[in-house]
């Protein structure tokens, strides 16, 4: 049995990323990783009276009256800051609001995504490695490099040639934070707080976008 290193705590930052099993594609269209997206928005509350499919069949009006209410409620078991989705892996910075809000999160998003890929593609057995692996950010300082890693990591695991692409890549939350995509569970004050100006921000990502193509010499601050 695996057993993990890092203590998941409420109240902390934590680095959570995890891959396909043998790294194989998981996100073969825009469909899917749209799909991955309404799960991350959905199992980010605290109670759900059904599970992602069931609401995801209701009629469009009683799943917006559906959503808004969780919206209004706002009790999540989790708050994000940053994420990113690649063809076979996930990252996420994020913190802990509730007892197991970190495990009950990421079972719930690869377990809903996993039986919607699995049906899909007709194939059956785990998406995802077992475990998915947790980093408790430590400082301020190590926070902003682990969320411009996140950011860059599209480019870096070369999805395309040119960095600036990464403002408009839809799955992933730089573009949030430069007011081009709207992804409604992501919490941009507290990374923000560290720029005078989005455009700070953008400066600070991409001036390392091509270092961090040779990223050996800082992963201390990212991977266990």
């Known amino acids: 049995m695996n057993y993990r290193k890092t203590k998941i705590a409420p109240g902390e930052?934590?680095?959570?990323?995890?891959?396909?099993?043998?790294?194989?594609?998981?996100?073969?269209?825009?469909?899917?990783?749209?799909?991955?997206t309404?799960?991350?928005?959905?199992?980010?509350?605290?109670?759900?009276?059904?599970?992602?499919?069931?609401?995801?069949?209701?009629?469009?009006?009683?799943?917006?009256?559906?959503?808004?209410?969780?919206?209004?409620?706002r009790e999540t078991l989790i708050e994000i800051y940053s994420f990113c989705l690649i063809p076979d892996h996930?990252?996420?910075?994020?913190?802990?609001?509730?007892e197991n809000g970190?495990?009950?999160?990421?079972?719930n998003i690869q377990n809903s995504y996993a039986k919607y890929f699995?049906?899909?593609?007709?194939?059956?057995?785990?998406?995802?490695?077992e475990m998915f692996k947790a980093v408790r950010i430590a400082s301020d300082e190590q926070f902003i490099h682990v969320a411009r890693y996140i950011h860059l990591n599209p480019y870096s695991s070369f999805l395309f040639d040119n960095p600036d692409r990464l403002k408009t890549?839809?799955?992933?939350?730089?573009?949030?934070?430069?007011?081009?995509?709207?992804?409604?569970?992501?919490?941009?004050?507290?990374?923000g707080s560290?720029?005078?100006?989005?455009?700070?921000?953008?400066?600070?990502?991409?001036?390392?976008?091509?270092?961090?193509?040779n990223l050996e010499n800082i992963k201390h601050l990212i991977l266990e």
């Open 13 to 36: 930052i934590y680095h959570i990323f995890n891959r396909s099993i043998a790294q194989v594609p998981i996100f073969l269209s825009n469909r899917d990783f749209l799909r991955f």
């Open 38 to 73: 309404e799960v991350i928005d959905y199992y980010r509350f605290l109670s759900l009276p059904m599970r992602f499919s069931h609401y995801n069949r209701l009629e469009a009006d009683i799943k917006k009256s559906f959503l808004d209410e969780l919206y209004q409620k």
């Open 90 to 98: 996930f990252h996420f910075l994020l913190k802990e609001l509730k």
């Open 102 to 107: 970190i495990r009950k999160f990421i079972s």
């Open 118 to 129: 699995n049906t899909k593609t007709e194939r059956s057995g785990s998406l995802f490695q």
């Open 169 to 191: 890549f839809r799955w992933s939350s730089f573009g949030d934070y430069l007011g081009i995509n709207n992804h409604p569970f992501i919490s941009q004050s507290f990374l």
């Open 194 to 213: 560290f720029f005078k100006s989005p455009t700070d921000l953008e400066k600070f990502t991409l001036d390392r976008a091509e270092y961090q193509r």
